[in-house]
């Protein structure tokens, strides 16, 4: 007989104790909110990333960002594109190779980004906002410790060896 389905959650128990079915629902939920509260700046999450990544990081090339948000180059031109018609985003050759371009955050799309920060603070709060502040640092850090993961899985470490790759994996794994 299949296990019955917790009444509280309505969730499989055979699913509900598993972190990568957890991860998606989590995922499912925080992007319908991302989006719902982003939708009113005719903004979406994958411009959220664009933007905040270069106020991170700097400049950086399309094919950076793309590995930095893991999204498909192809998605990431209309992402840019979209910000670039909205002057949010400026796009400049690349000093080091001139076949490439450099994408910079412009002083609109810092503006933009300091609106999109407390909205997306603000949409979260009723998916988190039961949690302790530390529950949440803790979550993040976890979460952040297999997305290390998940990237040294998908790209692996910059310009290493196969016994740096392995020792990477296993430092991340501990």
Do not use: N, W
Not at 114 to 127: D, F, N
């Amino acid at each position: 007989m299949p296990p019955i389905a917790d009444p509280l959650v309505g969730r499989p128990p055979s699913l509900a104790r598993r972190p990568a079915y957890l991860a998606t629902q989590i995922s499912k939920a925080a992007l319908r909110l991302l989006t719902d509260a982003f939708a009113e700046h005719d903004v979406r999450p994958a411009h959220f990333g664009v933007l905040a990544t270069l106020d991170d990081l700097g400049a950086l090339c399309q094919r950076d960002l793309c590995d930095r948000l893991d999204i498909d180059k192809s998605h990431m031109v209309g992402f840019v594109d979209d910000l670039e018609r909205r002057g949010l985003v400026d796009r400049e050759r690349d000093d080091a190779d001139r076949r490439r371009y450099r994408v910079a955050i412009s002083p609109a799309g810092r503006d933009l980004l300091a609106e999109l920060r407390r909205v997306h603070a603000a949409s979260q709060a009723p998916l988190f906002g039961h949690l302790s502040p530390e529950q949440v640092e803790t979550l993040a850090e976890l979460l952040g410790s297999v997305v290390q993961r998940a990237d040294l899985l998908r790209l692996g470490p910059a310009e290493s060896t196969d016994a740096d790759a392995d020792a990477a994996l296993e430092g991340v794994s501990s």
